[in-house]
């Protein structure tokens, strides 16, 4: 199907190649960057962090937050919770929390549970933006509900 033109069928197999560390990290590359000029958002957002972490590809931030804004701009949650990343930790630029907030919102809206998290953190210890401890119980229990052990434990000490 990959062959046939079916880009999601790429990101299959590139990520089952990955779990089975059956092929080499430049075909992994090569199956996500074809999935990915296909259309397959997911494979975007999972090419561009291999470029972040220089994994069969040379480090290249620019080239991440490309991707993970492609990925994020198309309504891919994984994009969105990638490039959030990237400016909450200042990543290859300047940190800028409400952007991060901004971009964790719109993943933890898309069901990405790190995303839910990350925001419910930062909510509650008001990093860079106001604290919000009703918002951040809220992010909190949706990534508990996503099967974030965690999340549960620091929703229930915000209660």
Do not use: K
Request: some cysteine; charged content about 20%; glycine content about 12%.
């Amino acid at each position: 199907l990959c062959v046939g033109g079916w880009p999601m069928a790429c990101t299959n197999i590139a990520l089952q190649q990955e779990l089975r560390g059956s092929d080499s990290e430049a075909e992994i590359v090569a199956l996500l960057s074809q999935a990915c000029e296909g259309g397959d958002l997911l494979a975007c957002s999972l090419l561009g962090f291999r470029y972040e972490i220089e994994l069969g590809v040379s480090l290249d931030m620019a080239r991440a937050r490309a991707l993970y804004t492609l990925a994020c701009d198309g309504g891919e949650a994984h994009g969105c919770a990638n490039l959030g990343e990237v400016y909450r930790s200042g990543n290859g630029l300047a940190q800028d929390m409400i952007e991060a907030v901004r971009l964790f919102t719109l993943a933890c809206d898309g069901d990405d549970a790190f995303a839910c998290a990350t925001l419910g953190g930062i909510l509650a210890d008001g990093r860079g933006v106001p604290t919000d401890i009703p918002r951040a119980i809220v992010v909190l229990d949706r990534a508990c509900w996503q099967g974030d052990p965690e999340a549960c434990d620091r929703a229930d000490g915000l209660r």
